[in-house]
């Protein structure tokens, strides 16, 4: 892993040997913010680590798929990962999604550090134009993190997320879409 320093954080590209913790990371976000995420938390539990070996980006020859982490000393704190476009018509594009950042670590600017490197690292890739994502309206924080690294708005999907809970109450959230041309 080629981590670099930024305070007492560590900042790099995820490895097979990290999906481990990415996993433990992941499942705290999903069952803490529902409303964040696509996937659901009972759904998604007992998929195994390496499931998540697609998205580390080995066999993308011309970059724009990888994970990175955000390691405070040997613990993964937040996590993020770019998922570059598999039809011919869209490679030029990648999709930013899976943020995550452990509740003691909030407020730290760790989501920031992360999409700047993303936004570094996809920069080397070969044709990549673009990098989408799709955070939920709820998520202003987020948002904010995603306007100040460049993203525009460019869309909402009304009731993107549907989320039932105890007595059959429904709940919908809302998702933006943004996207930031790579100039």
């Given amino acids: 892993m080629d981590r670099h320093d930024s305070s007492s954080i560590h ?11 990415y996993k433990t990371l992941r499942d705290e976000g999903l069952r803490l913010h ?9 759904s998604e539990h007992a998929r195994p680590p390496e ?4 998205r580390l980006g080995l066999s993308e020859p011309l970059g724009g798929t990888f994970m990175l982490g955000a390691w405070s000393g040997r613990e993964l704190v937040a996590a993020l990962a770019l998922e570059r476009q598999s039809l011919q018509k869209l490679r030029h594009s990648a999709e ?5 950042v452990r509740p003691d670590h909030r407020g730290k600017g760790l989501a920031e550090l992360l999409v700047k490197a993303c936004i570094e690292e996809s920069r080397k890739a070969l044709g990549l134009e673009q990098i989408t994502l799709k955070v ?3 998520s202003t924080s987020a948002i904010r993190v995603y306007e100040r690294a460049g ?8 009731h993107a997320i549907k989320l039932v809970g105890r007595g059959s109450q ?14």
């Avoid at 900042?11 to 913790?21: C, E, H, N, T």
């Avoid at 993203?151 to 009304?158: A, D, I, N, R």
């Fill in 51 to 54: 499931s998540f070996i697609g």
């Fill in 170 to 183: 429904v709940q919908y959230f809302d998702k933006l879409s943004m996207v930031l041309i790579l100039a």
């Fill in 136 to 138: 939920s309206t709820s």
């Fill in 96 to 100: 930013l999604n899976g943020m995550v």
């Fill in 34 to 42: 529902p409303d964040a995420f696509d996937n659901d938390f009972e």
């Fill in 11 to 21: 900042i790099g590209r995820m490895g097979p040997a990290d999906l481990s913790a």
């Fill in 151 to 158: 993203f525009q708005p460019c869309g909402v999907m009304p």
